[in-house]
């Protein structure tokens, strides 16, 4: 390496530092005499300006002061307290959901169940009905099992159980005496008067066959074979519902079929999260299939109308069945008095079956927007779904629950088009959902201020995700939204643990999700049934003194349950509108009354009926804080 050539420098040489220094006085006594002749010239100019300026006149700014609008900052101090306690322990609801797994890692075995709630023996309690799979045929022993697979004689049955409500959070198991200790791979469940005889007649989804229990008198009977609505032992049903399509005043059933499945098939293929143990497989591994629409002739028969109807969607390419359908929602999306679909799938785009009013659907989802996401253009894992009313202008909302990674969708339309953008970012329901895996999903008013919330509950498929995925756990806390109105920073404001409770905090598997009013103080409460364990029952404590009005529907003219029936409530210069329809969420089923949260008016002059035969009504309301009932035909037309 050589040395760098050295430059000169004044240390070097005492009369160049010399000549520097004596230059230096040069320059600073030219410059300080150059500044005192500029200062003599600038000073009188100076005066002068500074005598101009203080004699000119002010003028005042004709601006008009811009008024910004009021941003409503939202933090933990502006939610009000909303407890959801655990009181299923104390409720007396013992129930543990079997889910049949036994090593194999089966799909169906994390995909279960729902819940699903009803008045069974017209007493006016709310009372609980809790789905349960079962071991799987070909194994008599099962994940902690004791007895010897070979012993099948030792293996126990787990049934359906259905609590019976008291109004005051006790339940008591009436499974047996009712007729609902029912043994299947059951998934979901749907709730319906669908004989028009004024009690709630239930329908199960399965693993298989499904089964029609039709009530007499609280106690139910297996009428599926002679209504026609079993489907086939190969198909895999999710969520179903009741509705009327034709308006004719009998109540239709929808069931949602999932992929193609079975046994063979799924141990064919090799599914794995780390390389070396099997893992449950995604939907992507397994064709598709169609669901089923029946049409209640009347005298207790329904006919398979699936493909005559128009919901049977192929793929565009190949012509296979596209369809994996986990959540349904009817509901009327144009507004012309028709219920319409819509059906959340699973990695393939979503379904909005729009009624055509003879009969038919046509599947309108791409052009609606609700098909895929919208901000990457791929179809997502939707599970749960639910629909509202959710502003007072009317915008309708869809929200989906959606897979790990993945955010819950927030569909809204203005209710003069049927034109859905996804609102789930800006309102502030998306950020926070993609932590979480989302099956069931419902909106409600929690604390009765008139506006509606979301509750999503949560959890995982595979036990051991964290290893793979450190943001992911097998369980998960559900997830509470408060809406805050529009005027806020966020409209949707993830309810904080300090503000709900230490209780809805526990993280667990969560899978079906409804709400219904367990003890009768006019708020909502809260059921999430779970994959392989117990339920959680929440009972409501909020304690904002906020007032209500509940509302019972009975139609006459139309479906007896008045599922589909919109009744509105005009407060002053505000629209709140609540639809009768227990289908909502993931495998479930919530109560048919309906609750509108008043906050702190006090009174309440009339609400306005449209019934799904599309007649109107106009009630007179003489006080709140109660139930009602109103029947149809003897309101003000």
């Avoid at 008016?601 to 006080?623: H, M």
């Amino acid at each position: 390496m050589t040395d760098s050539p050295k430059l000169p420098s004044s240390l070097d040489n005492p009369s160049v530092a010399d000549e520097d220094v004596e230059n230096d006085a040069v320059i600073g006594s030219a410059l300080r005499g150059s500044m005192i002749v500029l200062a003599a010239v600038c000073l009188p100019v100076g005066v002068v300006l500074a005598y101009l300026s203080l004699s000119k006149p002010i003028e005042e700014s004709t601006e008009t002061a811009v008024t910004l609008p009021e941003v409503r900052q939202v933090n933990e101090a502006t939610i009000p307290s909303l407890l959801l306690s655990d009181v299923t322990e104390e409720s007396g609801i013992d129930f543990s959901h079997e889910s049949g797994r036994y090593g194999e890692r089966l799909l169906p075995e994390t995909m279960g169940s729902g819940v699903a709630v009803l008045d069974f023996n017209g007493d006016g309690h709310e009372d609980v009905l809790l789905v349960n799979s079962q071991r799987w045929p070909w194994e008599a022993g099962g994940e902690g099992n004791d007895s010897d697979a070979s012993e099948s004689s030792a293996t126990p049955t787990t049934t359906c159980k259905l609590f019976a409500g008291d109004g005051k959070f006790r339940f008591t198991d009436v499974s047996q005496q009712a007729g609902l200790d029912v043994a299947l791979y059951g998934m979901g469940a749907a709730v319906g008067d669908f004989d028009n005889d004024g009690d709630s007649d239930v329908f199960l989804s399965a693993v298989g066959k499904n089964r029609l229990l039709r009530n007499d008198d609280g106690k139910f009977v297996d009428v599926t074979d002679q209504a026609g609505v079993s489907g086939t032992e190969e198909a895999w049903s999710t969520s179903c519902g009741f509705f009327d399509y034709d308006n004719d005043g009998l109540l239709d059933l929808f069931v949602c079929n999932y992929v193609s499945w079975s046994k063979d098939e799924d141990l064919s293929q090799e599914f794995t999260l780390d390389g070396v143990n099997r893992a449950y497989g995604p939907p992507r591994a397994f064709a598709g299939s169609f669901s089923y629409l029946y049409h209640n002739e009347g005298g207790g028969v329904f006919t398979d109308v699936s493909e005559l109807s128009g919901i049977q969607v192929r793929n565009d390419d190949t012509e296979v069945p596209l369809g994996k359908a986990m959540g349904v929602a009817p509901v009327d999306v144009n507004s012309d008095g028709w219920m319409d679909l819509v059906v959340a799938n699973d990695t393939v785009r979503n379904f909005l079956f729009q009624n055509n009013k003879d009969g038919t659907f046509t599947e309108v989802g791409r052009l609606s927007g609700i098909a895929f996401d919208r901000s990457t253009g791929n179809a997502r894992g939707a599970m749960g779904i639910d629909t509202a009313s959710f502003r007072d202008d009317g915008t309708l909302a869809i929200g989906i629950g959606n897979f790990a990674n993945e955010p819950s969708a927030l569909y809204m339309a203005r209710p003069d088009r049927v034109q859905f953008i996804d609102a789930a970012m800006y309102t502030g329901l998306g950020p926070p959902t993609r932590k979480g895996l989302t099956f069931g999903l419902f909106f409600f008013d929690v604390d009765l201020d008139s506006r509606l919330d979301v509750l999503g509950a949560n959890g995982h498929l595979e036990e051991h995700i964290a290893k793979t995925q450190a943001s992911q756990q097998y369980k998960q806390p559900p997830q509470l939204f408060w809406n805050a109105g529009r005027d806020a920073q966020n409209e949707l404001v993830l309810v904080p643990q300090s503000s709900v409770g230490d209780d809805f905090y526990s993280p667990i598997v969560g899978r079906g999700a409804a709400y219904a009013d367990f003890d009768e103080d006019g708020d909502l409460d809260v059921v999430i049934s779970t994959s392989h364990g117990k339920p959680v029952v929440f009972r409501n404590d909020q304690a904002t003194g906020h007032h209500f009005l509940r509302v019972r529907l009975v139609g006459t003219q139309c479906n007896r349950d008045a599922i589909g029936a919109i009744a509105t409530l005009t407060l002053d210069e505000r629209s709140i509108a609540r639809m009768v329809m227990p289908t909502r969420s993931y495998l479930s089923q919530c109560e048919s009354t309906l609750t509108f949260g008043l906050g702190e008016r006090a009174n309440v002059d009339t609400l306005q009926v449209r019934w799904p035969d599309g007649s109107e009504e106009e009630f007179a309301i003489d006080a709140i804080d109660r139930v009602i009932t109103l029947t149809q035909g003897q309101g003000k037309p």
